[in-house]
Antibody, heavy 122, light 107 residues
Framework: EVQLLESGGGLVQPGGSMRLSCTTSGFNFNNYAMSWVRQAPGKGLEWVSGMSNTGGNSYYADSVRGRFTISRDNFKNTLYLQMHNLRAEDRAVYYCAKDTGYHHPGDAFDVWGQGTLVTVSS | DIQMTQSPSSLSASIGDRVTITCRAS??????LNWYQQKPGKAPKLLIYGAYRLQDGVPSRFGGSGSGTDFTLTIHNLQPEDFATYYCQQTYSNLITFGQGTRLEIK
């Protein structure tokens, strides 16, 4: 069974940093692009960042570019999102999502994790 | 960035009804359009990809159409489990964007 499990969320102060992890299993992680998508409380979905299967290409939404960094470890089958200079508006549930192809973007996100909540507050 | 606009933002329907949700892109995206269903407290679920291709395991009462800038999601014979929020998504651009969502409620 294909599974994605996010971790690393919690409470952080404005201006602080946090790293999210997405541990995967049940598929060949090396062969698929991956993305992070977030959802603020009561709001819609916002794509945050995506990375190709090799890690050679990465892309960011304007709202996080320069503050967030996506990375992956294909030996550990894990995707990461390093977040710096966090703002109140970054408060959201962060989902990792598996793409259907090896490049970004592929066709669609066919598997999602359960999400991890990031709260930015003093 | 490519803007995705869904309509309506919400709608009410009854069991057995047919409903249509539309999604418009701010520029042509060919058929790089996907539809997701999300229930409260749950992750989104892929329903339709490539504008009209049904994801494995999704009931055939769900259907998608369109190309270019205008797309539709149609649900025939609404079932209780279909009441949820639906999002369109474009993957034409490296900067992926979603529509704002359509909440489907029971009348």
């Amino acid at each position: 069974e294909v599974q994605l499990l996010e971790s690393g969320g919690g409470l952080v102060q404005p201006g602080g940093s946090m790293r999210l992890s997405c541990t995967t299993s049940g598929f060949n992680f090396n062969n698929y692009a991956m993305s992070w998508v977030r959802q603020a409380p009561g709001k819609g979905l916002e794509w945050v960042s995506g990375m190709s299967n090799t890690g050679g290409n990465s892309y960011y939404a304007d709202s996080v570019r320069g503050r967030f960094t996506i990375s992956r470890d294909n030996f550990k089958n894990t995707l990461y999102l390093q977040m710096h200079n966090l703002r109140a508006e970054d408060r959201a549930v962060y989902y990792c999502a598996k793409d259907t192809g090896y490049h970004h973007p592929g066709d669609a996100f066919d598997v999602w994790g359960q999400g991890t909540l990031v709260t930015v507050s003093s | 960035d490519i803007q995705m606009t869904q309509s309506p933002s919400s709608l009410s329907a009854s069991i057995g009804d047919r409903v249509t949700i539309t999604c418009r892109a701010s520029q042509s995206i060919d058929t790089y359009l996907n539809w997701y269903q999300q229930k409260p407290g749950k992750a989104p679920k892929l329903l339709i990809y490539g504008a009209y291709r049904l994801q494995d395991g999704v009931p055939s009462r769900f259907g998608g159409s369109g190309s270019g800038t205008d797309f539709t999601l149609t649900i025939h014979n609404l079932q209780p489990e279909d009441f949820a929020t639906y999002y369109c998504q474009q993957t034409y651009s490296n900067l992926i964007t979603f529509g704002q969502g359509t909440r489907l409620e029971i009348k």
